[in-house]
């Protein structure tokens, strides 16, 4: 067999006295695509972030095309071929595209004038090479935020890394992006680079990857082919115990319209839109990065400033024009990015909890804080939200328990419609079950939930019905038992 | 720092995010990082001088603090939001003259009311409120950055405390009046007496009411505060309203103190009033921060100024020490949070 790019064993990583990694190990060969996998808490953050040079570890050692290495600083790890594409995205809005790809290694000539033509140049052939479609000389603040992530891969890879490590490339990303991306990496792999790929979307794990490393609990658990495992094993192997379903579905649509809505407009140029839920179903918005499904929410919870068209809930035309009235209209809304508009980060599990039903937990403006601890309480076990205490700082939970917390706010005030905008994005696979479970006993008692998805597993697993958007209005409906990718994305393309 | 990690650790979280888990630490080590502080330099300044624990100077130390103090409160309240109020020291003067004019010996003499230092002070606190309002409208209802719009009003009320004084001191206070400067209840000075009510009441609102809450969700993340329902825009316009109205009792403590209120008082006030909410903890990114840490960090300003008197340092010397103290807060708190 061929040298491995990188060969890691016996990684051990402890914060203050608390492992977070036991026993780290993978060996990522050339041209390959090797999924990291593990629930929140299995410590790939922890290894991944020694492999970058950000944390020292405790124990263990690292090879680098066969010799023994330690990274002091992230800069080093990318002098030796090893480079990332971050999560979270930190472009410079008002610098073009190949300013921001090559930021601190402008070409320059003489008295450090930046050659500005060469600059773009360069970007544009990188791009051109990927086939992203992006001109280098666009600004980035006119882009998508698909676009951005796209750039933000070509930064990553126009270091020319051996090693190209890809955390949740695909969470801002649609399906066409997201097709991008996978085509740009088999290109990195036909040319020999290893990736390192996170991800909690398994379709996509077993579409691009060929080997998989499982952790769980801070610990290595096993490796293989990606094609000598099936994903039920593979689920097993995240979770430490057999997950049956993957979906939780247990609802019965009824009849009567719980919300409809009628020649909607809402900002981003969307209009003349109509559709309704039932009582008791699950609906799903599907549609492509920028065909106005959040707009719509924005509309529907009174967050828009473009406020055409009639909502009717209930049999009853109702204006919603802020989100107080849409809550007292029993709507609640779950907003796309949670860390944005769902969680107030500086607060504890309890002020969050409460946030949106604060006068129910005071007389007047004097706060019942008791009032206050047994509804944080109800919900932190209702929606079974894993924290030491509901006085515990929301930033230190995991993503699945923090969207869980984002659901149990709008639980105590009581809604009837339930809005949810990518409800599982960034939240690993036992937390994503429980979502499930918690729409599903929504709807079986009497709610209706809204859906906006982007991963078509989910809309084809949870959804009694789909509605798809294309270029901000409705381009068709599907049953349920119509659904299916194709027809999905033959819609919404 | 063990402790919380291990609470987080049975949940399964706390492995993912080792970064954040001092962030939650921060604040309370943090500010029993300047409770010692302040207790250490009390044991120093106390060991190499005599007076320095005395009666008569801890009042002093006390009665020269309630001023920043008060004002450091308010703006506590503004930087809780992401805010900023660099109008208070102009507030401080405006409202000095304004409701000192329905003081003076000769108005009162005139109206010979006995109620006139009461109506003075409704006066002063309407100014200092009405001016507030028009930061907080600006903030809150045109989305005015609150460095510009408090910049703005900064010069703004500095210059209606010249018209309406025509640049002058308004002179001759009457007695009733200069009590709330002057006067003292069983021995204990009004200036101090108000600074501690100040302080009960601001931290009982932030701590024990809905409003309070409601500036911690607006500061720490105001979009998720609008979704869920708050009313953001009335909650900004609140809090640059509570400071203009702290900065017009502070206006007045000083007012009452020089026994006639001069057109150039308060200027820079705004500076000190910030360092103390620094000192003190509060972050300026908004959502993290406690009274009690205000108050710590106006003690501290105020007793090393009076150690750095004691010691018979110059004042030009003092300021430098001040600014270093700021950014030597700050750093410490850095230092703290990036341990792991």
Same mark, same amino acid.
């Given at each position: 067999?061929?040298?491995?790019l990188?060969?890691a064993?016996?990684?051990r990583?402890?914060?203050?006295?608390?492992?977070?990694?036991r026993d780290?190990?993978?060996v990522?060969?050339?041209?390959?695509v090797?999924?990291?996998?593990?629930?929140?808490?299995a410590?790939k953050?922890t290894?991944l972030?020694?492999?970058?040079g950000i944390?020292?570890?405790?124990?263990?050692?690292?090879?680098?095309?066969?010799?023994?290495?330690?990274?002091?600083?992230?800069?080093q790890?990318?002098?030796n071929?090893?480079?990332?594409i971050e999560?979270?995205?930190?472009?410079?809005?008002a610098m073009?595209?190949?300013?921001n790809?090559y930021?601190?290694?402008?070409p320059v000539?003489?008295?450090?004038?930046v050659?500005?033509?060469e600059?773009?140049?360069?970007?544009?052939?990188?791009l051109?090479?990927?086939?992203f479609?992006i001109r280098?000389?666009?600004?980035?603040?006119?882009?998508?935020?698909?676009?951005?992530?796209?750039?933000?891969?070509?930064?990553?890879?126009?270091?020319?890394a051996?090693?190209?490590?890809?955390?949740?490339?695909?969470?801002?990303?649609?399906e066409?992006?997201a097709?991008?991306?996978?085509?740009?990496?088999?290109?990195?792999?036909?040319?020999?680079k290893?990736?390192?790929?996170?991800?909690?979307?398994?379709?996509?794990?077993?579409?691009?990857?060929?080997?998989y490393?499982?952790f769980?609990?801070?610990?290595?658990?096993?490796?293989?082919?990606?094609?000598?495992?099936d994903k039920?094993?593979?689920?097993?192997?995240?979770?430490?115990?057999?997950?049956?379903?993957?979906f939780v579905k247990?609802?019965?649509?009824?009849?009567e319209?719980?919300?409809?809505?009628r020649?909607?407009s809402?900002?981003?140029g969307?209009r003349?839109?109509?559709?309704?839920?039932?009582?008791?179903e699950i609906?799903?918005l599907?549609?492509?990065m920028?065909?106005?499904?959040?707009?719509?929410?924005?509309r529907?919870f009174?967050?828009?400033?473009?406020?055409?068209?009639?909502?009717?809930?209930e049999?009853?035309?109702?204006?919603?024009?802020?989100?107080?009235?849409?809550i007292?209209?029993?709507?609640?809304y779950?907003?796309?990015?949670?860390?944005?508009?769902?969680?107030?980060?500086?607060?504890?599990?309890?002020?969050?909890?409460?946030?949106?039903?604060?006068?129910?937990?005071s007389?007047?403006?004097?706060?019942?804080?008791?009032?206050?601890?047994d509804a944080?309480?109800?919900?932190?076990?209702?929606?079974?939200?894993?924290?030491?205490?509901?006085?515990?700082s929301?930033?230190?939970?995991?993503g699945?328990?923090?969207?869980?917390?984002v659901?149990?706010k709008?639980?105590?005030?009581?809604?009837r419609?339930?809005l949810?905008?990518?409800?599982?994005r960034?939240?690993?696979?036992?937390?994503?079950?429980?979502?499930?479970r918690?729409?599903?006993?929504?709807?079986?008692?009497?709610?209706?939930v809204?859906?906006?998805?982007?991963?078509?597993?989910e809309?084809?697993?949870?959804?009694?019905?789909?509605?798809?958007?294309?270029d901000?209005?409705?381009?068709g409906?599907?049953?349920?038992?119509e659904?299916?990718a194709?027809?999905?994305?033959h819609?919404?393309a | 720092?063990?402790?919380?990690?291990?609470?987080?650790?049975?949940?399964?979280?706390?492995?993912?995010?080792?970064?954040?888990i001092?962030?939650r630490?921060?604040?309370?080590?943090?500010?029993?990082?300047?409770?010692?502080?302040?207790?250490?330099?009390?044991?120093?300044l106390?060991?190499?001088?005599?007076?320095?624990?005395s009666?008569?100077?801890?009042?002093?130390?006390?009665r020269q603090?309630?001023?920043?103090?008060?004002?450091a409160?308010?703006?506590?309240?503004?930087?809780?939001t992401?805010g900023?109020?660099l109008?208070?020291?102009?507030?401080?003067a405006?409202v000095g003259?304004?409701?000192?004019s329905?003081?003076?010996t000769?108005?009162?003499?005139?109206?010979?009311?006995?109620?006139?230092?009461?109506?003075?002070?409704?006066?002063g606190l309407?100014?200092?409120t009405?001016?507030g309002?028009?930061?907080?409208?600006?903030?809150?209802?045109?989305?005015v950055?609150?460095?510009?719009?408090?910049?703005?009003m900064?010069?703004?009320?500095? =210059?209606? @405390?010249?018209?309406?004084?025509?640049g002058?001191? #308004?002179?001759?206070?009457t007695? $009733?009046?200069?009590? +709330? /400067?002057?006067g003292?209840?069983?021995?204990?000075?009004?200036p101090?007496i108000?600074?501690g009510?100040?302080?009960?009441l601001a931290?009982f609102?932030?701590?024990?009411?809905?409003?309070?809450?409601?500036?911690?969700?607006v500061?720490?993340n105001?979009h998720a505060?609008?979704v869920?329902?708050l009313?953001?825009?009335?909650?900004?316009?609140?809090?640059y309203?509570?400071?203009?109205?702290l900065?017009g009792?502070?206006g007045?403590?000083?007012?009452?103190?020089?026994?006639?209120a001069?057109?150039?008082?308060?200027?820079?006030y705004?500076?000190?009033?910030?360092?103390?909410?620094?000192? =003190?903890? @509060?972050?300026?990114?908004g959502g993290?921060?406690? #009274?009690?840490?205000?108050?710590i $960090?106006?003690?501290? +300003? /105020?007793v090393?100024n009076?150690?750095?008197?004691?010691?018979?340092?110059?004042s030009?010397?003092?300021?430098?020490?001040?600014?270093?103290?700021?950014v030597?807060?700050?750093?410490l708190?850095?230092?703290?949070?990036?341990?792991?």
């Open positions: 067999m061929e040298q491995p990188l060969e064993t016996g990684f990583k402890s914060f203050g006295g608390v492992p977070a990694l780290g190990r993978f990522l060969r050339p041209g390959s090797h999924a990291l996998c593990g629930g929140n808490g410590g953050s290894f972030k020694i492999l970058m944390h020292h570890r405790d124990a263990g050692t690292l090879m680098r095309d066969g010799k023994p290495m330690t990274f002091e600083n992230p800069s790890a990318l002098a071929g090893i480079s990332i999560q979270e995205l930190s472009p410079v809005p073009t595209v190949a300013e790809i930021l601190g290694r402008e000539g003489l008295f450090g004038r050659r500005f033509g600059l773009n140049h360069m970007a544009q052939e990188l051109d090479g990927f086939h479609g280098a000389d666009s600004l980035m603040m006119d882009l998508t935020v698909a676009q951005v992530q796209l750039v933000e891969i070509a930064k990553a890879l126009s270091y020319d051996e090693i190209i490590i890809m955390d949740e490339p695909t969470s801002a990303l649609g066409a992006e097709d991008q991306l996978f085509a740009a990496i088999k290109t990195l792999t036909a040319r020999g290893g990736v390192i790929y996170v991800s909690h979307r398994l379709s996509e794990i077993f579409s691009i990857c060929d080997s490393t499982v769980r609990d801070g610990a290595f658990v096993e490796t293989g082919a990606m094609d000598t495992i039920d094993r593979l689920i097993h192997l995240v979770v430490g115990r057999p997950l049956t379903e993957e247990e609802n019965e649509p009824g009849r319209e719980m919300l409809s809505v020649d909607l809402a900002a981003h969307v003349d839109v109509n559709f309704a839920v039932r009582r008791g609906l799903a599907y549609g492509l920028g065909s106005g499904r959040t707009e719509i929410f924005d529907l009174g967050l828009s400033d473009t406020a055409g068209g009639e909502i009717v809930i049999g009853t035309a109702t204006r919603i024009d802020t989100p107080n009235q849409a007292a209209a029993g709507l609640a779950v907003t796309e990015d949670r860390k944005h508009s769902g969680l107030v980060l500086t607060g504890d599990v309890r002020d969050n909890l409460c946030l949106a039903t604060l006068d129910r937990v007389s007047g403006q004097l706060m019942r804080v008791g009032a206050e601890r944080a309480q109800r919900m932190i076990e209702t929606l079974n939200i894993k924290t030491a205490s509901d006085k515990l929301v930033s230190n939970l995991s699945g328990n923090q969207q869980k917390v659901l149990g709008w639980f105590l005030t009581e809604p419609i339930l949810l905008d990518e409800p599982t960034g939240v690993d696979v036992g937390a994503k079950r429980e979502i499930y918690v729409m599903s006993d929504f709807t079986r008692a009497g709610g209706a809204i859906m906006i998805s982007s991963e078509t597993d809309v084809l697993g949870m959804a009694d019905r789909a509605v798809v958007m294309r901000g209005r409705v381009a409906e599907l049953q349920r038992a659904l299916s194709e027809r999905l994305l819609l919404a | 720092m063990e402790k919380q990690i291990e609470a987080a650790t049975p949940a399964g979280t706390g492995t993912e995010q080792p970064r954040s001092t962030t630490i921060g604040p309370l080590a943090q500010r029993y990082g300047i409770l010692i502080a302040l207790i250490l330099l009390c044991v120093v106390a060991a190499v001088n005599d007076n320095f624990l009666q008569r100077n801890i009042i002093n130390v006390l603090t309630s001023i920043n103090g008060i004002l409160i308010g703006m506590t309240f503004v930087i809780l992401r900023i109020d109008s208070v020291g102009s507030v401080v405006l003259v304004v409701s000192a329905f003081a003076t000769s108005t009162a003499g005139v109206i010979g009311s006995p109620y006139m230092p009461l109506i003075a002070v409704m006066m309407a100014t200092g009405a001016v309002a028009v930061s907080g409208t600006m903030v809150a209802r045109f989305s950055p609150a460095f510009v719009a408090t910049l703005g900064l010069s703004a009320a500095r =210059g209606l @405390t010249l018209i309406y004084s025509g002058r001191p #308004v002179p001759a206070l007695d $009733g009046y200069r009590w +709330i /400067g002057t003292d209840v069983a021995g204990i000075p009004v101090i108000l600074f009510l100040v302080f009960l931290h609102v932030l701590t024990q009411t809905r409003f309070g809450r409601h500036v911690y969700a500061g720490g105001p505060a609008k869920s329902g009313p953001v825009r009335r909650i900004r316009f609140a809090v309203a509570i400071s203009g109205a900065a009792v502070a007045m403590i000083l007012a009452g103190r020089t026994g006639s001069l057109p150039q008082a308060g200027v820079a705004e500076l000190d009033a910030i360092a103390a909410v620094v000192i =003190g903890g @509060t972050s300026l990114a993290i921060g406690r #009274v009690s840490g205000t108050v $960090g106006a003690l501290l +300003i /105020g090393m009076n150690g750095l008197d004691l010691m018979g340092v110059e030009y010397y003092q300021q430098v020490i001040k600014g270093g103290l700021i030597a807060a700050v750093l708190d850095r230092s703290r949070k990036s341990e792991d």
